[in-house]
């Protein structure tokens, strides 16, 4: 299999997250990519009723792979090693599902969002096809050490670039990079990607406008906060009024990658150079309207 699952031995095992950073930050731009980490710890996969590619297919698959140039032109990427459906970086620290453990949770444990309940919590009970993830229930302490080694460090690490950034620059777009399956629709009008602002609360109409002008510029069809807005990310960090902007990108895995095999395809190269060209004409932009 292309980008064969990774377990190594614990001696191995990654740090919570990669940072790229270039010599010199050149505009007020980060990237990140908080789905597309690939290391599944070995007691994982014991603890999973799922084969390994079915665990794969809740992956924005090679995300991080299209953005890997972004620090040539100045701009910072930060992905994450730890696959989403082992701890989830894009929810609130504590969204767990009751139903998966062994135990009571803590009352600071919310328990009732909707993503819980659709089983997508920061600890999944379910992948994106529904299937569940565990054979087992799980202990509370399992799950809080997952969340203590991997979530509040890649949150430790998206913040401060956030606060550096804006301490230097005096504003800060964060463009939040994920994947999206093959959606529905008629033939040949299908978006290629979808921007997510939290319906213009996450960051402002020119910032977005920017964006998708330079993705619509490149030949990409693109739609608005449909159906994805935006997450945890998006709507955590995002405070225009304060001069931090948060957009989150959709980019449909049809245009790069076999979705059922977790494969890349020939595209791959080809929106990885027009990530490249969109992250350079950014990078190449007058920010200063970000500024509050």
């Known amino acids: 299999m292309d980008g064969p699952i990774q377990a190594p031995a614990e001696a191995s095992t990654p740090p919570p997250f990669l940072l790229e950073r270039p010599p010199l930050q ?6 990140a990519s908080p789905h597309s980490g690939r290391h599944y710890p070995a007691s994982f996969l014991a603890a999973s009723r799922l084969d390994p590619v079915s665990l794969r297919r809740s992956e924005d ?3 991080e792979e299209l953005f890997a ?7 910072p990427l930060l992905s994450a090693t730890f696959p989403r459906v082992y701890c989830d970086a894009n929810r609130e620290a504590w969204e767990l599902d009751p139903g998966m ?3 009571p949770l803590p009352d600071f444990v919310n328990s009732a969002s909707p993503r819980v309940g659709a089983g997508l919590g920061t600890i999944a009970r379910v992948v994106a096809s529904g299937e569940t993830v565990y054979r ?5 302490n399992e799950a809080a050490d997952r969340i203590r080694a991997l979530w509040e460090p890649y949150h430790a690490a998206l913040s401060g670039l956030i606060g550096e950034t804006v301490r230097r620059f005096g504003c800060c777009l964060l463009i939040d990079c994920h994947s999206m399956p093959s959606l529905p629709g008629e033939p040949g009008r299908a978006a290629d990607m979808i921007l997510g602002d939290a319906h213009g609360t996450s960051a402002g109409p020119r910032a977005t406008r920017l964006l998708e002008e330079t993705l619509g510029g490149l030949g ?4 608005r906060n449909d159906p994805y807005a935006g997450g945890y990310v998006t709507r955590h960090y995002g405070r225009p009024r304060e001069g931090v902007h948060v957009i989150q990108l959709e980019i449909a895995r049809s245009l790069y990658m076999d979705e059922r095999r977790i494969q890349r395809l020939p ?3 080809g929106l990885r150079a027009d990530m490249d060209r969109m992250v350079q004409r950014l990078a190449a932009e007058d920010w200063s309207f970000l500024k509050p």
């Open 26 to 31: 050149a505009a007020p731009l980060v990237l």
């Open 61 to 63: 698959g090679f995300v």
């Open 69 to 75: 140039d972004a620090p040539s032109h100045g701009v």
């Open 101 to 103: 453990f062994d135990g």
């Open 136 to 140: 087992r229930r799980l202990s509370f």
């Open 220 to 223: 990409y069809r693109l739609r």
């Open 267 to 269: 595209g791959l190269e």
